[in-house]
């Protein structure tokens, strides 16, 4: 079975940082394309980055484009999200996704940004 575990979120001021962790197991990760999808209170699901299986295409949403970064490494089958410059508005749920569409994911972990 897929399992997706996210670590690392937590309480950070504006403009700090924070780096995400999603461990990845019952599947071939190295062959699969992942994602970071966030969820803010009262907003809809936003698909953040995506990432090919080789890192060799990786995509942004407009709204964390320059700020954040996602990377992989498949010999740790471990998917990461480095998030800088945080702003209020990057309170969310933030979601690892097999895939690139919402569905297999983990349990969430949670970015507060404190003013």
């Known amino acids: 079975d897929v399992r997706l575990v996210e670590s690392g979120g937590g309480t950070v001021q504006f403009g700090g940082s924070l780096r995400l962790s999603c461990a990845a197991s019952?599947?071939?990760?190295?062959?699969?394309?992942m994602s970071w999808f966030r969820q803010a209170p009262g907003k809809g699901l936003e698909r953040v980055a995506r990432?090919?299986?080789?890192?060799?295409?990786?995509d942004y949403a407009e709204s964390v484009k320059g700020r954040f970064t996602v990377s992989r490494d498949n010999t740790k089958t471990t998917l990461y999200l480095h998030l800088s410059s945080l702003k209020p508005e990057g309170r969310a749920m933030y979601y690892c996704v097999k895939g690139t569409k919402w569905a297999e994911r983990g349990q969430g972990t949670q970015v507060t940004v404190s003013s």
């Open positions: 990432i090919s299986p080789a890192s060799t295409t990786i």
């Open positions: 019952g599947f071939t990760f190295s062959a699969a394309y």
